[in-house]
């Protein structure tokens, strides 16, 4: 028996109408990529992207279609986006970070029909798109006073193109299963691999990203996404905000502390996100500047691991409370996140720290499990780590193009390639890569755990773990470390300031001192370069056995 409520498809543009119809003078205020600060609302946007979906269609764009964007965040890229979604076309956010070759490759695999782009990076697309025969049309977001020369032969500005419809269209509709967005993962390994997400599953994940243990944001909250639109959707921001009626502040391409002080305090933005990185910027500025944070209340923090140093600033110095959050582009891109339940109430200080240490805790959606090599379930003891994997209605079923498909399991559960553990309230803690983790005579090692001590050391500015060909035990850890500058400390000081803290046998069994440890076009650390330059190296405990 079937249950006999309506038919009414979970449709991203059903999220505009919602906010214009509901919270339509909510405002909408972006950095533009020309300067000045721009406003708009959510009656407006709604407006120009139905002007956007209107004149796609004149074009011949429509369902299926591949549209790229390589934009920063703004209203514009917002309105573009919920236009080319309203035609049943497919948004394909393409990160600007990466080698110009890289997103030469990911548009060619996607067969991108069309490309909007921001003025920063004309110069990128003039160099190396002519090498995208797919694409034929390029549209620079800006206005006919701001466009460029541009070699380019298909280049307009987006408000003369965009002032010939007059926005007198009705959204299309079809399946909720249909494709509405796309996006690359910029793994450490091989080529990249794209994820292709759906309106329901977008809408899906809005809604469990705004839920009150979640993001928990609310119509009396001003968001500002500093996390990209093309890093992993904005983190759902662009669609959770319109859809609980939020303002929204767009940093355009400033993400130094100042920019992002200065729209923190003027537009008073109670919830941020962004990666550690951005959040280490801002609390330095805030260090030297001696300004205060009166009215941001919380920050979520993901994409790396959260240092404790920035969760302690922000919550004793700031009252700022932060929230850890886990996540994967394929995952839409909410896993977990780390607010406290009621059973930790009583928790303070270095106990509370703790646990805000670990990743947290996964909302209604998202299924967790981690396993041994042979998919043996681990229990949830906190301490017992192994493969975590994932399965939820907003997480990828396969890769487009059915790239890597081992990652997919027949029974839907997904290999995130992440090594966890979950202890007994459910919260998981990440601690280390798949790849990355050090299998020491048949038990493993954390990388990251070893790395997170050593950064410990005052001396110590940057650290990496990896495991090193042994002769009796397969692998042991060498910790490559980066020196504070004007620091000398000597292998002994490292290993006996970790000593004792950590397993002996986990215990390092050299330490190497560079200049520079290599970083992936997202911050993280280049495991596999690293590995690479230290193939040869030979472990003083070789020749010990
Ligand atoms: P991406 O798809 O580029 O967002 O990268 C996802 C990967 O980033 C995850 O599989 C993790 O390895 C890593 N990651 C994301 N958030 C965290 C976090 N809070 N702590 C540690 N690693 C994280």
Redesign the pocket.
């Known amino acids: 028996m079937l249950g006999l409520m309506q038919q009414w498809p979970l449709l991203c543009h059903k999220i505009l109408d919602y906010a214009a119809a509901q919270h339509g003078q909510r405002e909408i205020v972006s950095r533009s990529v020309e300067g000045p600060i721009v406003r708009t609302n959510y009656v407006e946007l709604r407006g120009r992207a139905l002007k956007v979906a209107q004149r796609l269609e004149r074009d011949g764009y429509g369902l299926g279609d591949r549209i790229a964007t390589l934009a920063w965040n703004t209203a514009r890229h917002l309105e573009v986006w919920y236009g080319i979604m309203g035609v049943g076309a497919v948004y394909h956010t393409l990160n600007p970070r990466l080698f110009p070759e890289q997103i030469v490759w990911i548009m060619n695999h996607a067969e991108d029909r069309l490309l909007f782009v921001d003025l920063t990076f004309l110069p990128i697309v003039e160099k190396h798109c002519p090498g995208v025969k797919s694409v034929k049309k390029v549209i620079v977001l800006t206005d006919a006073a701001h466009m460029p020369q541009t070699s380019l032969a298909n280049a307009v500005a987006y408000e003369e193109w965009l002032a010939e419809a007059d926005g007198d269209f009705a959204w299309k509709s079809f399946d909720e299963t249909t494709a509405a967005g796309m996006c690359y ?2 793994g450490t390994t091989g080529n990249p691999k794209g994820v292709v997400y759906s309106h329901r599953s977008n809408v899906l994940h809005a809604m469990m990203a705004a839920m009150p243990d979640a993001m928990g944001i609310s119509t009396r909250d001003t968001v500002l996404p500093v996390v990209p639109m093309f ?2 959707n904005a983190w759902g921001l662009a669609q959770s905000s319109p859809m609980v009626g939020a303002k929204i502040v767009m940093p355009g391409g400033k993400m130094d502390g100042a920019s992002i002080y200065e729209l923190l305090d003027t537009e008073k933005v109670s919830f941020t996100a962004a990666v550690p990185t951005v959040w280490l910027m801002l609390l330095q500025y805030l260090e030297e500047t001696g300004k205060k944070l009166p009215h941001l209340k919380r920050v979520v923090i ?5 240092p404790r140093a920035i969760t302690e600033k922000f919550q004793k110095n700031y009252d700022v409370e932060v929230i ?7 995952m839409s ?1 909410l896993g977990t996140l780390c607010t406290m339940k009621p059973e930790y109430d009583d928790l303070q200080g270095d106990a509370r720290f703790a646990i805000q240490q670990k ?1 947290g805790y996964a909302p209604f959606g998202v299924e967790m499990k981690v396993t041994d090599d042979e998919d043996r379930e681990h229990p949830w003891d906190g301490k017992t780590f192994g493969r975590l994997k994932v399965r939820g209605p907003a997480v990828a079923g396969s890769y487009y193009g059915g790239a890597s498909s081992e990652q997919f399991a027949t029974d839907g559960w997904f290999d ?3 090594v966890a553990h979950i202890d007994a309230h459910g919260y998981m803690q ?1 601690t280390d ?1 798949a790849k990355d983790v050090i299998k020491s005579g048949g038990e493993w090692i954390s990388s990251i755990d070893l790395e997170n001590l050593a950064v410990g050391h005052p001396d110590v500015a940057e650290a990496a773990v990896i495991g090193v060909r042994h002769s009796k035990w397969d692998e042991r850890p060498l910790l490559v470390i980066v020196r504070k500058p004007g620091r000398e400390p000597e292998k002994a000081d490292i290993l006996s300031f970790m000593n004792g803290k950590i397993a002996k046998w986990w215990m390092p069994d050299d330490v190497a001192f560079v200049s520079e440890i290599p970083h992936t076009a ?1 911050g ?1 650390i280049q495991k596999m370069t690293l590995r690479e330059q230290f193939k040869d190296y030979r472990l003083p405990t070789e020749t010990a056995i």
């Not at 993901?302 to 959260?306: I, M, Q």
């Not at 850890?324 to 394929?330: Q, S």
């Open positions: 993962t910029s890093h992993a993901g994409g790396s691991a959260c850890h959050a886990w996540g994967m582009t394929e891109p990743q995130t390639g992440d990440i890569r997202s993280k």
